[in-house]
C-alpha cells in the first residue's frame, strides 16, 4: 500500500499531480458530483474547509458520475456533469466552495453493484476505479479486518447516528463517501455517504419552495443527528492536525 499522495490524478483544471500539493496535510476524500440528494454535503464541506483554514487540513473533492446523474439538481446544473470542472463550478455556484477539485474519474469499487446495473449516472457503461479509489479500497478493507480481528464489531450502538455506527467504506453505497487521510497520505477512517447531510439540495430546495412543498431533512434524519456526525467528524479532524496516523503509516508502525 502506498500514499494516496503520490498518485498520479490532474485537477479540474487538467493540472498534473493534482494530489501532490496535499503532501504535509490532512484531509478529506469525497467523491462530489451534481445530481445527487447528497449535494447539501457541499456546504458543511465548506464549513469545514473555512472552520479548519490554515492549519494543515484540506478537503480534496473527486467528482464521479458512478451514481447520480440528471434528476436532483435543478436550473443551469440539472443534466448532471461531464467533468470535474461542472462539479467544481456547481460547489462554486450553489455553496461559494473554495476547496479543491480533481479530474472527474470512476470511483465505484463495489463489483456486485457494477454486475447488477452496468450503468453511471449519465446512463453510460462504468468504467474500471481509478487508481485512487483501488487503493482507498484496500486500505479501508486492510483497516476493517484488522479491527475485526481485533474485536472492533462492524456494527455498534455507540452513537445515535446510525450511520456513524456502521463501518464500512470498502465498498460504496453513493457520493460523498468520505475518507479521512493522515498528514503522510494514509487512510485512517470513513465516513458513510448520508454522514453530515444537513439540508435538501439548495437547488431543489429553492423549487420546492417556490412551489410551496414542504420538505425534510430526509429519511431518518434530524438536527440532533446531523449534530453529533458534525461534532465526531470535527473530532477526527483535529487529531489528524495534531498528527494521528494511519495503522497504515510505516511511520505508526515505527512508533514515530
Not at 447520480?68 to 443551469?76: F, L, M
Not at 469499487?109 to 484496500?138: D, F, M
Amino acid at each position: 500500500m502506498q500514499s494516496i499522495y503520490n498518485i498520479k490524478l490532474n485537477s479540474a483544471e487538467d493540472t498534473p499531480d493534482f494530489l501532490d500539493q496535499f503532501k504535509g496535510k490532512a484531509s478529506i476524500i469525497v467523491n462530489t458530483t451534481v445530481g445527487c440528494g447528497n449535494a447539501n454535503q457541499m456546504e458543511v464541506l465548506q464549513w469545514l474547509q473555512e472552520k479548519y483554514a490554515g492549519e494543515d487540513f484540506q478537503i480534496i473533492a473527486i467528482p464521479t458520475n458512478d451514481f447520480c446523474g440528471p434528476g436532483i439538481t435543478k436550473g443551469k446544473w440539472s443534466q448532471g456533469i461531464t467533468c470535474g470542472a461542472d462539479s467544481a463550478n456547481y460547489g462554486k455556484d450553489v455553496y461559494g466552495t473554495t476547496f479543491q477539485f480533481s479530474q472527474m474519474v470512476a470511483s465505484n469499487p463495489n463489483e456486485h453493484v457494477s454486475e447488477e446495473n452496468g450503468k453511471n449516472g449519465l446512463g453510460q457503461e462504468n468504467a474500471p476505479p481509478h487508481e485512487l479509489y483501488r487503493e482507498i479500497q484496500e486500505q479501508i478493507s486492510f483497516i476493517n479486518h484488522t479491527l475485526t480481528s481485533q474485536g472492533v464489531p462492524l456494527v455498534s450502538d455507540e452513537n445515535y447516528s446510525w450511520w456513524l455506527n456502521n463501518r464500512g467504506g470498502d465498498t460504496m453505497g453513493g457520493n460523498f463517501e468520505k475518507y479521512m487521510i493522515d498528514k503522510d497520505g494514509y487512510v485512517t477512517r470513513h465516513f458513510h455517504s448520508t454522514v453530515l447531510n444537513y439540508d435538501v439540495e439548495k437547488t431543489l430546495k429553492q423549487t420546492l419552495l417556490d412551489s410551496d412543498t414542504v420538505f425534510m431533512m430526509g429519511l431518518g434524519r434530524s438536527q440532533k443527528i446531523f449534530e453529533e456526525e458534525y461534532a465526531v467528524v470535527c473530532k477526527e479532524i483535529e487529531e489528524l492536525i495534531a498528527g494521528k496516523k494511519s495503522i497504515l503509516n510505516p511511520a505508526y508502525k515505527k512508533g514515530e
